[in-house]
């Protein structure tokens, strides 16, 4: 029947009747072959639209204007402007009527005062709104007067004597009223624009306000005092959430202790894509639809009678006042199921949401359960929601590493007949989903990305999902009704077979299953009788298909303690229990089902285990019910143990909506000693967090959950006249996820109760993850933002007590200067007097060698202290950034100290970040130098050369900075800085450490050339050859010549096989290299004895080996010798190493100009195995391609500024004979002082004295450059030319140079690299004795020096 309120107190009755002749308006048209059609029985006029008509039966006049009606089971309840309440039944012309006035119910501030008469005068007052609370059994009313009570009836039937009244203090202005029948609230719409929500006290009957819904100032500054009245207020099907409007418009999204869910009166919502501010839509009516996927909203008749007069349209505009909002919500809105626990799970009407991971890489059995609570995704007329694919991987769990759903699509076939979706669960791995609707179910893989439907359709509509469905093992649990033996089962399908009956577990039960959850092989189940059943599962393989086997362990009785079964908002098996604290639980205890938590209408209950009296295993009685905590709108626990981090695994996490989150933290005495008696077993601690939680990752410390964003778009239509249409008034709706950090809310809880032992055992146990300093830093600025900035005095301030609780960590120091950082100036007293002072704290950083950090510390000490103070520190961390080579540093506190010197310190110098080094070894410097690597220092003319001052500017980036210095260079400040970086090059070159002094050259810009000049004479000279020639061997990672020792048999001693490759060579300019060459200088008796030992064996040990001067030439060969590679035997860690031959060849052809190729006809040349050998040597002889171009800068530094002791050490490394002449020849010029051509002649004569003792290798290369160290030792007069390159003989044969030869820098064909290597084993290499010496050995070892292994 339907009931009609007529405008002059009329109630008009109809009847629904079915058609007659045409028994249905509407019938689906099937295709052939359709699915169900014919199995089914019924299943085509189920889906048919039925004809119907209705028969008016005889008016009711109540004689009064009709305020409101509300319907019951058998009667229907009408109030009246008269002030009276009238009872109809429904069959109006049998049973009569009864009328109730409103003054005779009495009216007090609780059923116990009621006794002493009316508290309230009701004359002249009726009831403007009211409804019908069926769990609480009463109706919840406005009266006109703007206050608010409710009525309860107090026997079966409502008279006028039965009726009992209570009513809410202090409140005046109510206007509407709504009610939440699974968590017992009353919710009241005031005239102020706020929603008072209110329960019933179970003992005395009182309304006590449980909380507010409101719009804040904070969030809503312009019109959270200027909605109007609230208008209507709706709660959704599943009780989650409460959609509210006001008489100005607009629509509030609530979940049902309060947290805010979505506002379409600011943001995006408020505003049009050009900045212009929107209309808020008048809302006359809304109504949500089936499961809450839908609301449905009518907009006032203003709007209505607006969009009809845009223009002469036709009758369906008076359709468009009707709009349609799509949501989506939790899965745990209705299957409050623990299996999903490691993603978030959203469902709309016909798709689902989840975050998405890599299946390999998730934990067992994790944390996380959706909370209830709905989402919007778009209203009517916005596109198909599909969030943005934004995707951030952090690399800690998978949860974080996606920021995009993955949106699976509900098969069409399933949805056709069994629309809406009511069910959702997935998996503990995130791979399988199961979905179930009006009847059956369906799964879907995310692997396989395929759905699985019943077979027989039959079977799937002969059963509906009642109590949920979990997942378990690899099997489907379902808690459904069977209509053909009309039974409640429990069933268990397999997810790898096909899903069909025949491969399902089916167990009996004996009443309505309501709730269903999982706890390892245990299954909990919440009945219709306020009972509670546990199950044990079992998982076998006694067929070709596993099979589970349930069987009954205990069943509790709830009936005492729930008074209506729909209360039951979850039901939670877990091994939570409070002695956990004091009894140190055994591995197999630690998860152990010991207590059962309830969710009794917000009101979390827990029924622990009864362990005293004898100990049945699975079947102990429980305890008592203790009440955890009030307004808990989800739980969250786990079963999984982890020893380090307890704290965490075995805590209960609730959330509490506008209260934000709670957690019943375990407390543990350390060190397994026992616990003081006075201290608890179990905290309960509140903190505030800024998303709505939809999961808690245990492990992790981090809550996920899932926000509404949105997005300006202009309408697709336009405005018509002015006017837009009605769904162009609202933005395009995204679900955005979310993820907060909550360790620093329960260590500061901890810290403020005095419990700093149990805060650092959990701090600890969290130190690893990779956001722990963040924490740190949130909870030191919080504490400090609130303590910092109060009114009033604080007695116990937190802040020290935070502060002494960082210092127990390692980043102690840089979580209070980024915390300083990120605060305002005038906090920092407060802060520093309780960390402390803030040059202790520079100090601590220069002695922890934390750069960056003590740099970070130099700007609070330049805000703080005098500029003398910071310049001294300053000038201390500059000297140890430069000693440590931190060169990004150096530049700003380069620029650090010109600033504090010349007052332009405005602003603080940003904290220097670490730059990962350049290729080139940090020389940018050189990059912006016209030079080129392939020019030899022949080229250069000696008439070019002055010793006289001699500068080179440079031009790029380092040149700026050198004109920014001589801009002011009067300035003492710049003196200072000169000063010091000065004084840091003579350091690094009297230490030898020349590839120190290129980076500090190039990267600070520093005038390497004219300073040198400065010291040609001082510190730039040479004491000792030999140690500054190993001292560049050690720190570029050159290696020491060899030789190979099968070199007796040379091949190039054939004359003809010389003339054939001589007319090969001289073609790229390469004979020299190999004319210039003998290699008789090993006795083949070594070279035998020494063939079984390898370099490898003596590492660091130089063989007294000669090789042939190759020169750079093989080094900058072509790219074609791959069977050469070479292993650096180090244990230093360098960014450099000496490579592979391959390495060295491939990149230096691209430096060194442009190459001539090889000849066709070349590739038909046969070398023997001993001239592959001796090329192979060549390339062992080379340094890594890096090193090269950095001596060869170095040269030409040195070159330029004069250092002629320094050119002659980098040319005998880089064995470039023609470096020497250069040198000898420019010594006899009358510039040069005498001491520096003594200096290189004794400089030379001890290297000499060193290779023939301790280093063969450079023989070869000795004995090159013999002549000019014959004309350094003459006394006459006699000039010896440069290109007269005869060999001595007095230490060793040299084969005759061919005259006229290109030198040896000039010979640089890839000719013979053209060739590949042969693949054999080295031959042995050794001293002419036969053995090395110790000494030889640990000075080798302790030099740092690299061998070569050829293979």
């Known amino acids: 029947m339907i009931a009609v309120a007529a405008a002059n107190g009329y109630i008009l009755l109809f009847d629904v009747v079915g058609g007659g002749e045409d028994k249905y308006l509407y019938e689906p048209v099937y295709s052939k072959g359709s699915r169900g059609v014919k199995v089914t029985p019924g299943y085509k006029e189920e889906q048919c639209a039925p004809a119907l008509s209705l028969e008016m039966k005889r008016p009711i006049d109540l004689e009064a204007p009709i305020t409101s009606m509300q319907s019951l089971q058998e ?171 006001w008489e100005c418009g607009g629509l509030s999204l609530w979940s049902v202790f309060g947290a805010h869910l979505i506002c379409t009166l600011g943001e995006d919502f408020a505003y049009r894509s050009d900045g212009t501010k929107k209309d808020p839509i008048n809302i006359s009516s809304m109504c949500w639809g089936a499961e809450g996927y839908h609301l449905w909203v009518i907009t006032s008749r203003e709007e209505t009678e607006l969009v009809e007069n845009m223009e002469e349209a036709p009758p369906q505009t008076q359709q468009a006042g009707i709009l349609q909002f799509n949501f989506i919500k939790s899965a745990l809105t209705v299957n409050p199921c623990t299996s999903n626990q490691e993603q978030v799970l959203l469902h709309g009407e016909d798709r689902l949401y989840l975050t998405c991971g890599d299946p390999t890489q998730l934990p067992s059995g994790s944390s996380e359960s959706p909370h209830p609570h709905n989402l919007p995704h778009g209203g009517e007329g916005s596109p198909t929601h599909h969030p943005s694919p934004n995707s951030t991987s952090q690399g800690l769990s998978t949860l974080l590493g996606y920021k995009h759903w993955h949106v699976v699509q509900i098969h069409s076939t399933y949805l056709e007949s069994n629309w809406p979706i009511r069910f959702a669960a997935i998996d503990t791995a995130g791979q399988c989903i199961a979905v179930a609707g009006r009847r059956g179910f369906a799964h879907y893989c995310m692997s396989t990305r395929k759905w699985k439907l019943f077979g027989n359709i039959t079977q799937e509509q002969n059963m509906t999902v009642t109590g949920g469905l979990v997942w378990w093992n690899g099997f489907v649990v379902v808690a459904c009704y069977n209509f053909i033996d009309r039974q409640e089962e429990l069933r268990l399908y397999l997810r790898s077979s096909n899903l069909d009956n025949t491969f399902s577990s089916v167990t009996k039960l004996h009443s309505d299953t309501l709730l269903l959850n999982v706890f390892r092989d245990m299954i909990i189940l919440f009945r219709a009788d306020c009972s509670i059943c546990l199950y044990s599962m079992e998982r076998r393989h006694d067929g070709p298909n596993p099979s589970a086997s349930v069987e009954l362990l205990q069943e509790v009785s709830m009936s005492r303690y729930i008074p209506h079964p729909a209360l039951v908002v979850s039901v939670t098996l877990t091994s939570v229990r409070t002695e956990t604290g004091i009894t140190l639980k055994a591995p197999q205890q630690a998860c152990m089902a010991d207590s059962i938590i309830l969710n009794l209408a917000g009101q979390l209950i827990m029924l622990q285990r009864d362990r005293s009296g004898p100990q049945l295993q699975e079947k102990l009685p429980f305890c008592p019910p203790v009440v955890l905590a009030q307004y808990v709108e989800n739980v969250w626990t786990t079963c999984r143990s982890n020893r380090k981090k307890r704290h965490l695994l075995e805590a209960l996490w609730l959330s509490c909506g506008e209260a934000g989150m709670k957690v019943w933290l375990p407390l543990f005495p350390r060190d397994h000693r026992k616990p003081h008696s006075f201290l608890s077993r179990r905290i309960m601690l509140p903190f505030h967090i800024n998303i709505y939680p939809l999961a808690v990752l245990f492990e992790d410390a981090l809550v996920l959950g899932a926000s509404n964003e949105t997005v300006v ?110 605060t305002e100036f005038a906090l920092w007293n407060y802060l520093f007097a309780a960390v402390g002072n803030p040059k202790d704290l520079f100090e601590e950083c220069l002695m922890a060698q934390d750069l960056d950090t003590a740099a970070s510390y130099l700007i609070i000490l330049q805000n703080m202290e005098v500029p003398a103070v910071s310049r001294q520190h300053a000038t201390l961390l500059f000297n140890t950034a430069l000693e440590q080579g931190k060169w990004d540093l150096c530049r700003h506190m380069i620029r650090f100290l010109k600033a504090i010197g010349s007052g332009e310190m405005e602003t603080p110098p940003p904290t220097p970040t670490t730059q990962e080094p350049s290729s080139t070894g940090g020389f940018e410097f050189f990059r912006n130098r016209s030079i080129s690597l392939s020019q030899s220092a022949d080229s250069i003319a000696a008439g070019k050369f002055n010793l006289q001052k001699t500068f080179s500017m440079p031009s790029g980036p380092s040149a700026k900075g050198s004109e920014r210095w001589s801009k002011d260079s009067d300035c003492a400040e710049n003196m200072y800085i000169d000063m010091m970086l000065r004084r840091h090059a003579r350091h690094l070159l009297e230490h030898v450490r020349l590839k120190e002094l290129g980076c500090f050259s190039a990267q600070l810009g520093f005038e390497l050339i004219g300073w040198l000049c400065h010291e040609r004479t001082r510190v730039a000279r040479v004491d000792d050859f030999v140690m500054a020639l190993k001292c560049l061997h050690k720190d570029f990672l050159w290696p020491f010549p060899v030789t190979p020792a099968g070199s007796i048999s040379s091949p190039f001693k054939n004359g003809h096989r010389r003339t054939v490759l001589s007319q090969h060579l001289l073609k790229s300019q390469s004979a020299d290299s190999l004319l210039n060459s003998d290699m008789d200088t090993v006795p083949p008796q070594a070279a035998a004895r020494n063939s079984n030992h390898t370099w490898l064996d003596r590492l660091g040990a130089l063989g007294p080996t000669e090789p042939t ?38 990149t230096s052809s691209m430096v060194d100009g442009d190459w001539t190729m090889v000849d066709e006809n070349f590739s ?49 490394i880089l064995r470039e004979a ?53 004309k350094l030792i003459e006394t006459s007069v006699e000039q010896i030319q440069p290109e007269a390159f005869l060999p001595g003989a007095s230490n060793s044969k040299l084969a005759e140079p061919q005259p006229g030869g290109p030198s040896a820098e000039d010979s640089r064909g890839p000719a013979l690299l053209g060739l590949a290597l042969p693949l054999e084993p080295p031959r042995g290499l050794g001293t002419e004795d036969g053995g090395v010496p110790e000494e030889q050995e640990e000075q080798a070892v302790d030099e740092g020096v690299y061998d070569c292994t050829l293979s």
């Not at 804040?216 to 409460?242: F, M, Q």
């Not at 340094?1183 to 171009?1189: A, C, I, N, R, T």
């Not at 020849?1225 to 001491?1235: A, G, K, Q, R, T």
């Open 1109 to 1146: 001067e190759m020169d750079t030439a093989l080094s900058h060969g072509g790219p074609q010798t791959q069977e050469a590679f070479l292993s650096p035997l180090t244990n230093k860690t360098e960014e450099c190493s000496i490579g592979s031959a391959t390495d060295l060849t491939e």
């Open 75 to 245: 009667d229907l309840l009408v109030s009246t402007a008269d002030g009276y309440l009238h009872i109809l039944h429904w069959d109006g012309v049998s049973n009569g009527r009864k009328a109730i006035s409103l003054c005779s119910v009495p009216f007090s501030l609780d059923l116990q005062s009621a006794r002493g008469g009316l508290c309230l005068d009701l004359k002249g007052v009726y009831i403007r709104d009211m409804t019908y609370c069926v769990t609480l059994d009463g109706f919840a009313v406005v009266l006109d007067d703007g206050r608010l009570g409710f009525i309860t009836p107090l026997a079966n039937r409502i008279t006028a004597d039965q009726l009992q009244g209570v009513w809410a203090a202090d409140v005046t202005d109510g206007t509407c009223v709504a009610v939440n029948n699974k968590y017992r609230l009353v919710t009241f719409g005031c005239a102020s624009g706020s929603v008072l929500v209110y329960s019933i006290d179970t003992t005395t009957g009182s309304m006590q306000l449980s909380h507010k819904l409101e719009l804040t100032p904070k969030h809503y500054p312009d019109v959270c005092n200027k909605t109007g009245a609230v208008k209507l207020i709706r709660w959704s099907p599943d009780y989650s959430v409460a959609m509210v409007t």
């Open 713 to 822: 778009y202009d309408s697709l239509q336009g405005p018509r006249e002015g006017r837009e249409s009605l769904e162009g008034l609202f933005p395009y709706c995204t679900v955005e996820r979310t993820s907060q950090i909550y360790l620093h809310h329960i260590l500061r809880q901890l810290l403020v109760r005095n419990l700093g032992e149990q805060a650092l055992l959990l701090a600890q146990s969290c130190a690893a993850l990779p956001y722990f300093p963040h924490v740190m830093e949130l909870m030191v600025h919080v504490v400090l933002e609130e303590e910092a900035t109060s009114r009033e005095p604080i007695p116990d301030p937190l802040l020290p007590t935070v502060a002494k609780f960082i210092t127990e960590f390692p980043l102690f120091l840089q979580t209070i200067v980024h915390c300083a950082r990120k």
């Open 1218 to 1270: 023609t470096v020497i002449k250069q040198v000898v020849n420019f010594l006899d010029s009358p510039e040069v002082p005498h001491e520096t051509v003594q200096s290189v002649r004794s400089g030379l004569l001890g290297v000499e004295a060193w290779a023939s003792t301790d280093c063969l290798g450079y023989k070869p290369f000795l004995n090159l450059i013999r002549p000019q160290l014959q």
């Open 1164 to 1212: 038909a040349l046969s070398l023997t195995h001993s001239e592959l050998e001796h090329i192979s040597m060549e390339l062992a002889n080379k340094g890594p391609h890096k090193s090269q171009v950095q001596l060869r800068y170095l040269l030409h530094v040195f070159m330029e500024a004069g250092c002629l002791e320094w050119c002659v050490v980098i040319g005998l």
